[in-house]
């Protein structure tokens, strides 16, 4: 019995504070807003009313009725008015900025991923089918796969310098080891020449111009794709820090705690009171909204376009494919190759020497050499998917952020009683001006003078990105890529139009097709030794890969790249 008793009589005693909180006249101690005063830790309670008397010297909230406030409570009070706002608006952007920075950083860790499975696949291929010539070109792979991985994190490298870097120092190896082959070795100076000849004798066709197209189709739309969604959190992250001007933080106090000086410490804000206050407040943040509109609309634009060759998925695991190509296109023109060599080098000294092999070390083989399977629903485009779709529904934040807060935090629900800036009230008789700056000249509870720099700072970076944006995603025509950064000036015009050359699936490419094979290629459950064959669709060659391994290779191919997202100068 005792213990039904004890709710009920609780809630007599609440429905008895409403009561005594909703008459402002006849207040006649001040021990409640003494109590709640101390447990907001603004300050001691000595020296504050017992009782409500006369506060002449009260500069916001002014009223002729007694007064439970001295100045100094005042103050404290106006401090913690803004410091609820700040904790209002963090609470209201955390999901949104949990929504964008868990995929930002979820995005980076696919790419590392699809960079090292990429890496493998190719250093494999050298292992099975180039074995001779393995051990060396294993330290090119690497060198260009952790370029990938800086340019996509946003270092200043060029890919077309690291893609030709690649090529140049593939044919060397290829010239030693198939073209001129035997168990040799050539000078330093003669390797040199080579490298230097690569981009006059062209031994490997046009691959390494395709190679280009497709790594700056793919590669520079995913970077700032990434660089963008980090200026999204940076954006969340200044206005959930706004400096409150002098006026909101009155009309903040007055809203909020000017209640407590007499006494109606359980009242609320009116509805239409609040959003005056808040759309004054957050008037110019409420004009980052058109920007922030056009922002997830560019992101979701770009998202849509980076598919076939503008999918970096798609690029990377098939990039051992091009190489394969290109050897063996070297391979075929190998006398054509050897005369122009020697013309140009001359013919080498050579020396005897031990070739160095990928030789298969059992122990060492789940180390570094098996690839990661990867489920379709895992794939970066469908991650893309469903992060636009989420981040869809914020596409009028910061436009209905005051009504927001109001009608979830501050105002009192429809029907009660509640604060009019003056006193109780049923509702508020005053005008309710609209969000942002324009239609603050009427707001009779905030004036709003000016703009806000930290916010005209925050438009501007959100329009370079939107341009960024746009600009990387493909067109019918054509598709201009800008190289980033204040590092160079390049531009590099690229077709939007897919052809053979692009390798995107026409006569004799077969790519597209093969992209499926290798992405399951070889599950977690299965040993290296376990793979006969691999077959490519266009050339009909079979790759043998019995009874060889990569244990040298896999020794030096720990991928070491700098997953630092670095914020470009040219967009912070």
Known sequence: MESQTWPVGFRCLLLLALVGSARSEGVQTCEEVRKLFQWRLLGAVRGLPDSPRAGPDLQVCISKKPTCCTRKMEERYQIAARQDMQQFLQTSSSTLKFLISRNAAAFQETLETLIKQAENYTIILFCNTYRNMALEAAASVQEFFTDVGLYLFGADVNPEEFVNRFFDSLFPLVYNYLISPGVTDSSLEYSECIRMARRDVSPFGNIPKRVMGQMGRSLLPSRTFLQALNLGIEVINTTDYLHFSKECSRALLKMQYCPHCQGLTLTKPCMEYCLNVMRGCLAHMAELNPHWHAYIRSLEELSDAMHGTYDIEHVLLNFHLLVNDAVLQAHL?????????????????????????????????????????????????????????????????YGGLADQLCANELAAADGLPCWNGEDIAKSYTQ?????????????????VKGTDPVINQIIDKLKHVIQLLQGRSPKPDKWELLQLGSGGGMVEQV?????????????????????????????????????????????????????????????????TLISVVMLLPGIW
């Open 431 to 447: 005008r309710v001006v609209g969000n942002g700056i324009k239609a603050q000249s009427g707001n009779p509870e905030v004036k």
């Open 333 to 397: 023109n190998g006398q054509k190759l050897l005369e122009q060599v020697n013309r140009i080098c001359g013919r080498p000294v050579r020396t005897p020497t031990q070739s160095p092999r990928c030789s298969f070390d059992q122990s060492k083989e789940k180390h570094g050499m098996k690839t990661t399977t990867r489920n379709s629903e895992e794939t970066l485009a469908n991650r893309r998917k469903e992060f636009i779709n989420s981040l869809r529904l914020y596409r009028s934040f």
């Open 495 to 559: 077709s939007g139009d897919c052809d053979d050359e692009d390798g995107c699936g026409g006569s004799g490419s077969g790519e597209v097709k093969r992209t499926l094979k290798i992405t399951d290629w070889m599950p977690d459950d299965m040993n290296f030794s376990d793979v006969k064959q691999i077959h490519q669709t266009d050339t009909g060659s079979t790759l043998d890969t019995t009874g060889a391994g990569c244990a040298a290779a896999t020794e030096s191919m720990t991928f």
